[in-house]
């Protein structure tokens, strides 16, 4: 029978420990007793306005490890004085930085600058109180027709031009017509040859594939406005342009890209770099120069920018740029998206399994911990922000389920973004919300609580909805030589971030007394 968690009150204590057992029919057999192998969860959470020496005393064990982990729950960050983290051989190693590829760049100042514009940026170049009348719409055409082999000329993020050649052409299940352009001196059969564009276009136009998974979960990728200093809002095909961004013969950095600025039409100032294009952009070198990891990855960035142009029709455009996500829920999204569409595009591989979930584990040697998930670091020295957020979206898809997701998506009246996910995360399990979510997630990945367990709000198990499959994610078996840890204690615990401590080799009855910050929760998970 599978076990589930519950709260602390749904079993009897035996008084005289500060944490409670949180989970029923697996090893915590009650607040101060533990079975002697499996799994077992014991919480306790701090909700006043102090820090709490909290004294721990479970009995039973056999050698296992205690894992405690620190959930601060709060939206201040919390001194965490006094914490010991002990090594252990697994802890000391350093990990190889190149076992897990990543899909998406870093966070240089161009991808920056192209984030906010499509968060807020753009409404400076809208007038909200001249949309176009009737008359003035009708003049507005759709974009030149394209036909196979017609070359132009477009604008990349840095400015530079590139020529390009339209390689392939067709129109979707609903009739839009996806233009894949790939840069004249890429289009060769030693880098991307005429059948790899065809292939790319497939995986995006096919029936089925990237855009029909975009439309299903969250609508239109643009579409009707009234805004005449946008680009025409019906009759838009979608371009896809396969060129070098940096040519370098190295594959991955800067991979993919949407930038709303090319929404617009070309005028003066930035608009001048406009190509007026509902259009993606995807680096050729990454495409080619890895063999099949490159054709997967380049295939996860087309969902997860198209996931990026649709929020910025849906919640820029159509509801305003006090609507839009912030950049942490913005990326979030479109992680969570390339996990519900990794099996249709192949069926061998998930991003966050294969790749956001180990580097959450493993990032730098130490994990990606004490990292808030509000903010927004990636590649930093300690934290890995698309290695957090991918990895939380990936727990509460799988706990929440595809109605969850789209209700993030299409959430309207709220313009916090912390406000809009725990709002989704309540239309689906109303007596809960971030903090709670994030506490789990937070016990099951540092305390590699095994799927086998069944202890239910503490798992990733697969899911099937609607035309998507995900993955099981399992923290035991992923984490097995590959978890790493942080040797030290910050002084400071994040707001809505997790920081973990292990006690190796435990045998009889565990004891210490810890201080738990203000707002936090303790998790202390034996295995």
Known sequence: MSSTSTTATDVKSDGGNAVKASCVGCAAINDSTYA???????????GSSVPVDMPLSISGLTGQTVTLVFT??????????????????????TANKATVQQAVDEDDSAKDAIREFNRSGFAKLLDPQSKASPSLLKSITPSAAYTVADQRNIFLYDRTQRTVQLAAQRATSDGTTINLWVQTDELDPARVSSALATRMLDKFATQGGIYDMLVRVGGPLWGDHGMSQLIAGSGQPVDIFIVNFKPDHQPYGLVGYFWGLN?????????????????????????????????????????HEGMHMQNFYRRGVKM??????????????????????????????????????????SYNGAGSYNCGL???????????????????????????????????????????STEML??????????????????????????????GAGIVEYSMPARNED?????????????????????????????????????????????????????????????
Not at 72 to 90: F, I
Not at 327 to 351: G, K, Q, R, V, Y
């Open 36 to 46: 002697g192998s499996g799994t077992g969860v014991w919480q306790a959470a701090n």
């Open 72 to 93: 601060n729950e709060s939206t201040t960050a919390e001194a965490l004085p006094g914490l010991v983290v002990r090594s252990s051989s697994e802890i000391a190693t």
């Open 320 to 361: 305003g740029s006090d609507y839009t996500f912030d950049t942490w829920l913005e990326e979030m999204s479109a992680l969570m998206m390339e996990d519900w569409a990794s099996f249709n595009i192949d069926p061998s591989h998930n991003a966050i399994r294969d790749s956001r979930y180990p580097y959450y584990l």
């Open 374 to 416: 509000t903010e927004w670091t990636p590649m930093g020295a300690t934290c890995e922000s698309y290695a957090v957020t991918g990895s939380f979206g990936g727990f509460l898809n799988r706990q929440l389920g595809l109605d969850f997701y789209k209700a993030l998506l299409t959430n309207t009246g709220v313009k916090d």
């Open 422 to 451: 725990d709002k989704a995360i309540k239309s689906r399990r109303p007596e809960s919300g971030i903090g709670q979510e994030l506490r789990r997630f937070a016990a099951a990945s540092a305390g590699l609580i095994p799927l």
């Open 263 to 303: 929404n617009f039409k070309a005028g003066s100032g930035d608009l001048t770099y406009s190509n007026e294009s509902l259009s993606l952009y995807l680096d050729s070198e990454s495409l080619y120069l890895d063999g099949e990891n490159g054709v997967k990855q380049i295939a996860t960035v087309m969902a």
């Open 467 to 527: 035309v998507f499959s995900l993955p099981a994610i399992d923290p035991a078996s992923l984490g097995s030589g590959n978890r790493k840890l942080p040797q030290s204690a910050p002084a400071l615990l994040q707001a809505l971030a997790s920081f973990p401590a292990i006690r190796s080799k435990v045998a009889g009855t565990y004891s210490e007394t810890v201080r738990v910050p203000p707002g936090t929760t303790l998790s202390v998970v034996i295995n």
